[in-house]
Nanobody, 130 residues
Framework: QLQLVESGGGLVQPGGSLRLSCEAS????????IGWFRQAPGKEREGVSC????????QYADPVKGRFTVSSDDAKNTVYLQMNSLKPEDTAVYYC???????????????????????WGQGTQVTVSS
């Protein structure tokens, strides 16, 4: 059974940093792409970033480019989202999700449509406020 568990959220001041973790169980990252999404109150869920584990391919949404970095640790079967220079508008519940299994030849990922991501974590709250 595929399972994803996010952690690392919290309250941080504007300009601060957080690192979110997405630990996968029941499958190996090598066969999947992992996406990070967020949903703010009253807004639709949106893609933030994705990574094709073991292949290097990654994508970022325009609002987070240059501030967020996605990476994976195959030994720990975990994907990370390093978030720097956080802004109040980054406040949201952050989710990770898995897309796959994918061909071993596929070295890219996309953040949408959301329906291609079949397994989701429970989410972790990120609040950016002074």
């Amino acid at each position: 059974q595929l399972q994803l568990v996010e952690s690392g959220g919290g309250l941080v001041q504007p300009g601060g940093s957080l690192r979110l973790s997405c630990e996968a169980s029941g499958f190996t990252l090598d066969q999947y792409a992992i996406g990070w999404f967020r949903q703010a109150p009253g807004k639709e869920r949106e893609g933030v970033s994705c990574i094709r584990a073991n292949r290097g391919g990654a994508q970022y949404a325009d609002p987070v480019k240059g501030r967020f970095t996605v990476s994976s640790d195959d030994a720990k079967n975990t994907v990370y989202l390093q978030m720097n220079s956080l802004k109040p508008e980054d406040t949201a519940v952050y989710y990770c999700a898995a897309w796959g299994p994918l061909s071993s030849r596929q070295d890219w990922c996309v953040m949408g449509p959301l329906r291609i991501y079949g397994s989701w974590g429970q989410g972790t709250q990120v609040t950016v406020s002074s």
